[in-house]
């Protein structure tokens, strides 16, 4: 079982920035991806961003150029550095990894509890 553990959230005005952390623990082998989707009241739950363990990020179009996801894989972690926040971003922001707990385990899909990120305008 692997559990993430976010941190980071909070309220912020509009042009502020926030920065996300999610690290990982439990029965982990290897990590493939992690990365964040996030959840707006009234709305599915949508990807916005992700780093798989090759390399390379990718982004929703709404959080380019503004959004900013890194990885220690030292320390199972994965940040959010969110930069020039607007109130459309506001939405609780949920972690996932996708890890192996041995080489010959499948991989599986663990998501944290979530964190509200809330930008006042």
């Known amino acids: 079982q692997v559990q993430l553990v976010e941190s980071g959230g909070g309220l912020v005005q509009a042009g502020e920035s926030l920065r996300l952390s999610c690290a990982a623990s439990?029965?982990?082998?290897?990590?493939?991806?992690m990365g964040w989707y996030r959840q707006a009241p009234g709305k599915q739950r949508e990807l916005v961003a992700t780093?798989?363990?090759?390399?390379?990020?990718n982004y929703a179009d709404s959080v380019k150029g503004r959004f900013t996801i890194s990885r220690d894989n030292a320390k199972n972690t994965v940040y959010l550095q969110m930069n020039d926040l607007r109130p459309e971003d506001t939405a609780v922001y949920y972690c996932?990894?996708?890890?192996?707990?041995?080489?010959?385990?499948?991989?599986?899909?663990?998501w944290g509890q979530g964190t509200q990120v809330t930008v006042s305008s």
């Open positions: 780093s798989p363990n090759v390399g390379g990020t």
């Open positions: 996932f990894a996708s890890s192996r707990r041995s080489v010959w385990s499948p991989v599986v899909s663990s």
């Open positions: 439990g029965s982990i082998f290897s990590i493939n991806a």
